[in-house]
Nanobody, 122 residues
Framework: QVQLVESGGGLVQAGGSLRLSCAASGRTFSSYAMGWFRQASGKEREFVAAIAWSGDRTNYADSVKGRFTISRDNAKNTVYLQMNSLNAEDTAVYYC???????????????WGQGTQVTVSS
């Protein structure tokens, strides 16, 4: 069992930056791939970024590539999402998720956090 708690969301102006954190409970955190997803109002939850359990592989949605960076610290049971050059289209609730497979597929993730709101004002 893995419990996930996101933090770091908030209101930021277009062009600004935010860093999201996701703290995980449980001793098996380092064995899970981690992903970030987001859901804008009225839209489906979509993939943002993923990182393998060892941190040696990452994957990004085209819409955030070059602006967002996912990383993890297995000693701290935490995964991060550094978001730069934010724009209004990045406004959404951001969720972290844990799964056995390194993937962009939402259904393959077993555990989810409650989400943190990111609002970008233009």
């Amino acid at each position: 069992q893995v419990q996930l708690v996101e933090s770091g969301g908030g209101l930021v102006q277009a062009g600004g930056s935010l860093r999201l954190s996701c703290a995980a409970s449980g001793r098996t955190f380092s064995s899970y791939a981690m992903g970030w997803f987001r859901q804008a109002s009225g839209k489906e939850r979509e993939f943002v970024a993923a990182i393998a359990w060892s941190g040696d592989r990452t994957n990004y949605a085209d819409s955030v590539k070059g602006r967002f960076t996912i990383s993890r610290d297995n000693a701290k049971n935490t995964v991060y999402l550094q978001m730069n050059s934010l724009n209004a289209e990045d406004t959404a609730v951001y969720y972290c998720a844990a799964g056995r497979l390194f993937s962009w597929i939402r259904e393959l993730y077993e555990y989810w956090g409650q989400g943190t709101q990111v609002t970008v004002s233009s």
